[in-house]
């Protein structure tokens, strides 16, 4: 009697740690999911970081390409349907923490702002720096804002003729850097505005359907369709430093995954950001080879 309890105890004990590591097997993740905006720089970063991701682990990666914007991508993030994404460091604190920016602030405080409000709020860490600002520039292309230099320049223009302003739905509803802000800043006066997707308001602006755009700095259409660009002479706008962003949770699970992305750290520069965008803009490649191709001439995959 007494060798058959023991062997019912011992039974017993294995069934429970078998469902015990079931349990746990269950609840592991079995793959890090990257997300991306709807733009070509963010239809290649996320392939930038999942392929680096893959070729230095045994860790799977999939990907929700085009997910949406920061109001999407934010509460993805939270709630885990997404793992890491890359973000910008003025989007992150001005947009989502809501927190104002000094004019003339630095990229490292900036950076040092967002990392803690990020981690307070939603237990997600802002890892370093890919290497590149995109920030946004006010470009033109007729005669309409002919000789502006500044955004003060198309102010003042905007003050006296009819300036019809396009831009992306996100940028209208943006607090703190998008539109309500900026024209009460600069004290704009547009005639109009228009509500354009992201990858046509270029071809918008060079065709005359509207005056002026929010180009991004590190957008190849500014050159391929030779438009003109401002300065944004009141600092309105804060750093934008691109940077990959990973929910603790996911770092937790996957543990090699944080020092592999660290090692992405200053690797990308605005030059480079450039060339790849238009790799997918100019010459219609594939994000996902455009990636393969940087990571492979700067010498990242084995």
């Given at each position: 009697m007494i060798d058959g309890g023991d062997d019912m105890k011992k039974s017993l004990l294995g069934s429970l740690l078998g469902i015990v590591l079931l349990l746990s097997a269950c609840g592991s993740k079995e793959e890090i999911v990257i997300g991306g905006k709807p733009w070509t720089e963010q239809f290649i970063l996320p392939y930038v970081l999942g392929i680096y991701i893959e070729e230095q682990t045994d860790y799977d990666v999939s990907y929700k390409e085009g997910l949406g914007e920061v109001s999407i991508l934010t509460p993805a993030i939270e709630k885990g349907e997404i793992d890491l994404y890359v973000e910008y460091t003025g989007t992150g604190l001005k947009d989502v923490l809501k927190e104002d920016t000094a004019p003339g602030e630095s990229s490292e405080d900036v950076y040092k702002r967002v990392?803690?409000?990020?981690?307070?709020?939603?237990?997600?860490?802002?890892?370093?720096?890919?290497?590149?600002?995109?920030?946004?520039?006010?470009?033109?292309?007729?005669?309409?804002?002919?000789?502006?230099?500044?955004?003060?320049?198309?102010?003042?223009?905007?003050?006296?003729?009819?300036?019809?302003?396009?831009?992306?739905?996100?940028?209208?509803?943006?607090?703190?850097?998008?539109?309500?802000?900026?024209?009460?800043?600069?004290?704009?006066?547009?005639?109009?505005?228009?509500?354009?997707?992201?990858?046509?308001?270029?071809?918008?602006?060079?065709?005359?359907?509207?005056?002026?755009?929010?180009?991004?700095?590190?957008?190849?259409?500014?050159?391929?369709?030779?438009?003109?660009?401002?300065?944004?002479?009141?600092?309105?706008?804060p750093k934008y430093d691109a940077a990959p962003i990973v929910r603790q949770e996911t770092l937790d699970d996957f543990p090699e995954l944080e020092e592999v992305l660290q090692a992405l750290a200053g690797e990308i520069s605005e030059e480079e950001m450039l060339k790849m965008n238009a790799r997918v803009d100019l010459d219609e490649e594939k994000p996902e080879d455009v990636a393969r191709a940087f990571l492979e001439e700067k010498g990242l995959l084995k």
């Open positions: 990392k803690e409000g990020y981690k307070e709020k939603f237990d997600v860490v802002w890892l370093e720096p890919l290497g590149f600002e995109n920030s946004y520039t006010l470009a033109y292309a007729n005669e309409v804002l002919d000789g502006a230099e500044t955004y003060s320049d198309v102010a003042e223009i905007s003050q006296k003729q009819d300036v019809v302003f396009g831009g992306p739905h996100s940028f209208y509803e943006r607090e703190g850097d998008g539109y309500n802000d900026l024209i009460d800043e600069y004290e704009m006066e547009f005639s109009d505005t228009r509500d354009l997707d992201p990858n046509i308001m270029y071809e918008a602006v060079k065709n005359g359907e509207v005056d002026v755009i929010p180009a991004f700095t590190t957008d190849s259409r500014i050159q391929l369709f030779e438009l003109q660009t401002t300065e944004d002479d009141l600092a309105f706008f």
